[in-house]
RNA sequence: GGGCGCAUAGCUCAGCUGGUUAGAGCGUUGCAUUCACAUUGCAAAGGUCCCUGGUUCGAAUCCAGGUGCGCCCACCA
């Protein structure tokens, strides 16, 4: 009996059994593979953040790289996709304290090792749904080499890197300026804060003999001294003297110094100079020798030394200080100034610049490194213009601070000094006296940031340096991700990858844009228009989902996600169902018009796919998925289904067998080549119909050979 | 202030190294329908390829300038 088909396809309950076809049949492991694949093929997922659930954005991963992956294993390769979670440090412990307030409770009134322990339970059980929204999308990843940010092995490397770096020079103990964020009382690294534009004061104050320009009234009390450039005719007068300036708490006395960063055209031209508050100060008060003064403190109000103004917050005390420079008669003018201010990326309070004891990573050698790599084309991307965005950034490198005061991260494994500022790695818990200053040494508190972990990430999860995994596909071919991490975490993977094995740790980097709503408006929870990866599967499929995150969707480029456009593909695969359907009543029991020989017309119909197949393969090749996935789901629509098959009909009811057998043979061989061409782009309804084809010898689809 | 990108049909976007009549999806309009599929088919309407200049036999495509938009970075306090 010819096999019948439903008149629908039901994506929802085919869907899972595939997956779980898949999933038993074993070749997720390249080991697995059938023998024809040697070469490796090996793709490191970025690992998604096991604190929620999975966004467009990731859904959009999972796809392009299921793709390259399918492809290749069709093509022969011995493919590896390797999963991962990442604990995600201050993310996780962001979304754990906002939970936590829910509750009326506080991470700051909790032990430290119940608040680690609830929120690894916290993150495990999120984990779980995390991964199986990643199966949901189809990702035939090789789940038994799944690799967790925070398993021990991973750890101990991170930790082994640490150390080798502080032997190497290459990491520091500051005191350095870090980013502070007075609500989650941590520092937070460059790509973790973000600029908001403010409509602030400018303040003209009067110091002495001079005038200075400032937005933070408050922080004279941290002065140490005015500066001018050396350049400037109207103060050569002052340099080197010391001026006397009035305050509301009294007169302080302040050195005038000459230095090239200061702009003759700003303010006034002579700049007040906080160094406990203010990066670039405190970077002018390095070159000078000057004294720090703290005057905020980690809370954000103001210290003892700043007499009736201690405890007062910082806004607070602005107001209060211009008041009293105000009354003082000190103020010479105000006016309103626009500015960009550095704000915590999670909770958006500003950020308070301070000069904390911490860990720094030197970039600048690692940085070199990782620009000379991609300049002899070891790590290309893929649009090249990713290129010029990679070396601005390499050419710009900042010191990493990579401590952060929280508890839920990788513990940097060191002994700091109780009284003075050393500190030293100490991965064997051995040192307990300072070598400086004799005082007793405690374990740092501090964890790792986040990216210190993930940016070892392709050689950690491969198992370096022993694994065999690591020594055949290490560096990996291709790296996916997002294009905003262009300079958070490529970049720190490079670096990485070249310090610790020698190597780049992938050859490729494809970058894809942000996915946004049906109007290309980003998507936003406060805005309301975020959408749901997995509602758009319950409604029309992962496959429809697939394509419409698909087609059309250029390299770097953002797209847009519309359900119109995933309810057209969710057509398209009951169309392709209905293909098949027609296809599998319009054939007999026997197979033997499998053999049949083609007619003319129907060889070139053959020899047409054929042609369009190679067209394909190059997309693919070259990574234009968006063009090869328009191109098959065209060629199915409107040669196939339209033309090809409309045609059949008259030579399918031919009382001439060769002409029948013939037309038969063809309509199977051209379904079965378009459902390969497919199967990357849409896994399971190829893989369901693939399994009604009455074809010989026939395997699971997804190790099927690639069409030539 | 610097960097990167974008501008093509009503909407969202393709158009790779310049080459007949500029394409797709959705939307719109008309017609069809006991057929594998109404989750369908056939057909139609719809474009100053942002503007100006240049290179070329030939430009949506390459170059220069302009305009508008988006993203990222930045220490003029």
Same mark, same amino acid.
């Given at each position: 009996?010819?096999?019948?088909?439903?008149?629908?396809?039901?994506?929802?309950?085919?869907?899972?059994?595939?997956?779980?076809?898949?999933?038993?049949?074993?070749?997720?492991?390249?080991?697995?593979?059938?023998?024809?694949?040697?070469?490796?093929?090996?793709?490191?997922?970025?690992?998604?953040?096991?604190?929620?659930?999975?966004?467009?954005?990731?859904?959009?991963?999972?796809?392009?790289?299921?793709?390259?992956?399918?492809?290749?294993?069709?093509?022969?390769?011995?493919?590896?996709?390797?999963?991962?979670?990442?604990?995600?440090?201050?993310? +996780?412990?962001?979304?754990?304290?906002?939970?936590?307030?829910?509750?009326?409770?506080?991470?700051?009134?909790?032990?430290?090792?119940?608040?680690?322990?609830?929120?690894?339970?916290?993150?495990?059980?999120?984990?779980?749904?995390?991964?199986?929204?990643?199966?949901?999308?189809?990702?035939?990843?090789?789940?038994?080499? &799944?690799?967790?940010?925070? *398993?021990?092995?991973?750890?101990?490397?991170?930790? &082994?890197?640490?150390?080798?770096? $502080?032997?190497?020079?290459?990491?520091?103990?500051?005191?350095?300026?870090?980013?502070?964020?007075?609500?989650?009382?941590?520092?937070?690294?460059?790509?973790?804060?973000?600029?908001?534009?403010?409509?602030?004061?400018?303040?003209?104050?009067?110091?002495?003999?001079?005038?200075?320009?400032?937005?933070?009234?408050?922080?004279?009390?941290? *002065? @140490?001294? @005015?500066?001018?450039?050396?350049?400037?005719?109207?103060?050569?007068?002052?340099?080197?003297?010391?001026?006397?300036?009035? +305050?509301?708490?009294?007169?302080?006395?302040?050195?005038?110094?000459?230095?090239?960063?200061?702009?003759?055209?700003?303010? +006034?031209?002579?700049?007040?100079?906080?160094?406990?508050?203010?990066?670039?100060? $405190?970077?002018?008060?390095?070159?000078?020798?000057?004294?720090?003064?703290? @005057?905020?403190?980690?809370?954000?109000?103001?210290?003892?030394?700043?007499?009736?103004?201690?405890?007062?917050?910082?806004?607070?005390?602005?107001?209060?200080?211009?008041?009293?420079?105000?009354?003082?008669?000190?103020?010479?003018?105000?006016?309103?100034?626009?500015?960009?201010?550095?704000?915590?990326?999670?909770?958006?309070?500003?950020?308070?610049?301070?000069?904390?004891?911490?860990?720094?990573?030197?970039?600048?050698?690692?940085?070199?490194?990782?620009?000379?790599?991609?300049?002899?084309?070891? @790590?290309?991307?893929?649009?090249?213009?990713?290129?010029?965005?990679?070396?601005?950034?390499?050419?710009?490198?900042?010191?990493?601070?990579?401590?952060?005061?929280?508890?839920?991260?990788?513990?940097?494994?060191?002994?700091?000094? +109780?009284?003075?500022?050393?500190?030293?790695?100490?991965?064997?818990?051995?040192?307990?006296?300072?070598?400086?200053?004799?005082?007793?040494?405690?374990?740092?508190?501090?964890?790792? *940031?986040?990216?210190?972990?993930?940016?070892?990430?392709?050689?950690?999860?491969?198992?370096?340096?022993?694994?065999?995994?690591?020594?055949?596909?290490?560096?990996?071919?291709?790296?996916?991700?997002?294009?905003?991490?262009?300079?958070?975490?490529?970049?720190?993977?490079?670096?990485?990858?070249?310090?610790?094995?020698?190597?780049?740790?992938?050859?490729?980097? %494809?970058?894809?844009?942000?996915?946004?709503?049906?109007?290309?408006?980003?998507?936003?929870?406060?805005?309301?228009?975020?959408?749901?990866?997995?509602?758009?599967?319950?409604?029309?499929?992962?496959?429809?989902?697939?394509?419409?995150?698909?087609?059309?969707?250029?390299?770097?480029?953002?797209?847009?996600?519309?359900?119109?456009?995933?309810?057209?593909?969710?057509?398209?695969?009951?169309?392709?169902?209905?293909?098949?359907?027609?296809?599998?009543?319009?054939?007999?029991?026997?197979?033997?018009?499998?053999?049949?020989?083609?007619?003319?017309?129907?060889?070139?119909?053959?020899?047409?796919?054929?042609?369009?197949?190679?067209?394909?393969?190059?997309?693919?090749?070259? $990574?234009?998925? %968006?063009?090869?996935?328009?191109?098959?789901?065209?060629?199915?629509?409107?040669?196939?289904?339209?033309?090809?098959?409309?045609?059949?009909?008259?030579?399918?009811?031919?009382?001439?067998?060769?002409?029948?057998?013939?037309?038969?043979?063809?309509?199977?061989?051209?379904?079965?080549?378009?459902?390969?061409?497919?199967?990357?782009?849409?896994?399971?309804?190829?893989?369901?119909?693939?399994?009604?084809?009455?074809?010989?010898?026939?395997?699971?689809?997804?190790?099927?050979?690639?069409?030539?």
């Amino acid at each position: 009996m010819p096999i019948e088909l439903e008149k629908n396809y039901n994506p929802g309950e085919t869907e899972s059994k595939i997956y779980q076809l898949w999933e038993e049949s074993g070749f997720f492991n390249p080991n697995n593979l059938p023998e024809r694949h040697q070469k490796p093929y090996t793709i490191i997922m970025p690992p998604p953040n096991a604190n929620g659930h999975l966004h467009a954005g990731h859904a959009l991963t999972m796809t392009l790289e299921d793709i390259m992956i399918r492809f290749k294993r069709m093509q022969g390769f011995k493919t590896l996709w390797v999963p991962g979670a990442d604990h995600a440090g201050f993310e +996780t412990q962001v979304v754990y304290e906002k939970k936590l307030e829910k509750e009326g409770r506080s991470r700051f009134k909790m032990d430290r090792r119940q608040l680690y322990d609830e929120i690894l339970t916290f993150t495990l059980e999120n984990k779980k749904h995390m991964e199986n929204e990643v199966r949901r999308m189809g990702s035939s990843c090789d789940w038994s080499r &799944e690799k967790f940010t925070l *398993d021990q092995d991973i750890v101990r490397q991170t930790q &082994e890197t640490f150390k080798k770096m $502080f032997d190497d020079g290459l990491i520091y103990r500051g005191p350095g300026m870090v980013n502070w964020c007075t609500k989650h009382q941590t520092s937070l690294s460059n790509v973790e804060t973000e600029d908001i534009e403010k409509e602030d004061t400018l303040y003209y104050l009067k110091y002495g003999p001079l005038t200075v320009a400032t937005v933070r009234p408050e922080t004279m009390f941290g *002065d @140490v001294a @005015v500066a001018v450039n050396p350049k400037d005719e109207r103060y050569r007068q002052y340099v080197g003297q010391t001026i006397e300036v009035q +305050t509301p708490i009294g007169p302080m006395k302040l050195p005038v110094i000459a230095d090239e960063s200061v702009e003759k055209e700003f303010g +006034t031209g002579a700049l007040k100079i906080t160094p406990a508050h203010d990066a670039n100060d $405190f970077a002018l008060a390095l070159r000078h020798n000057l004294p720090i003064r703290p @005057v905020i403190d980690q809370f954000g109000k103001l210290t003892a030394e700043t007499a009736k103004y201690a405890g007062l917050k910082i806004a607070e005390a602005r107001k209060q200080v211009a008041e009293d420079l105000q009354n003082l008669g000190l103020i010479q003018k105000t006016e309103p100034y626009k500015h960009a201010v550095p704000t915590c990326y999670k909770c958006g309070t500003v950020i308070e610049p301070r000069i904390l004891v911490q860990w720094f990573v030197k970039m600048k050698s690692l940085a070199d490194q990782a620009l000379q790599a991609v300049k002899d084309k070891k @790590v290309s991307f893929v649009s090249e213009h990713f290129e010029r965005v990679f070396t601005y950034w390499m050419e710009h490198p900042i010191d990493w601070n990579i401590s952060r005061q929280i508890v839920w991260g990788i513990p940097i494994p060191a002994k700091v000094c +109780t009284s003075c500022n050393y500190g030293a790695p100490d991965l064997e818990n051995t040192a307990h006296t300072c070598p400086r200053c004799n005082s007793p040494l405690q374990q740092d508190t501090d964890t790792f *940031d986040t990216w210190f972990s993930s940016g070892q990430w392709p050689y950690l999860v491969l198992g370096y340096p022993e694994s065999p995994d690591f020594k055949t596909c290490y560096p990996t071919t291709v790296m996916e991700t997002g294009r905003d991490l262009i300079f958070k975490w490529v970049p720190r993977m490079i670096m990485f990858g070249l310090y610790r094995t020698g190597a780049e740790p992938f050859q490729t980097v %494809y970058l894809h844009g942000l996915v946004n709503d049906a109007q290309g408006k980003k998507m936003s929870k406060s805005k309301g228009n975020v959408v749901n990866p997995l509602d758009l599967i319950e409604k029309f499929g992962t496959d429809a989902l697939r394509m419409g995150l698909i087609v059309g969707n250029t390299p770097g480029m953002d797209t847009t996600l519309s359900e119109d456009k995933i309810k057209g593909y969710k057509n398209f695969a009951n169309k392709l169902w209905n293909i098949a359907r027609f296809v599998l009543m319009s054939i007999p029991d026997s197979s033997d018009f499998l053999n049949a020989t083609p007619t003319s017309d129907d060889r070139k119909l053959l020899d047409d796919l054929t042609a369009l197949a190679a067209d394909i393969t190059i997309d693919m090749e070259q $990574f234009r998925f %968006y063009m090869a996935a328009e191109k098959i789901y065209h060629y199915v629509w409107h040669t196939f289904a339209d033309k090809i098959l409309e045609d059949s009909k008259a030579r399918l009811a031919s009382e001439d067998s060769t002409v029948k057998a013939s037309a038969q043979r063809t309509l199977v061989e051209i379904l079965s080549n378009s459902i390969k061409l497919l199967h990357p782009f849409m896994p399971f309804v190829t893989e369901e119909l693939w399994s009604k084809l009455p074809l010989p010898d026939k395997r699971l689809l997804m190790i099927e050979t690639w069409p030539q």
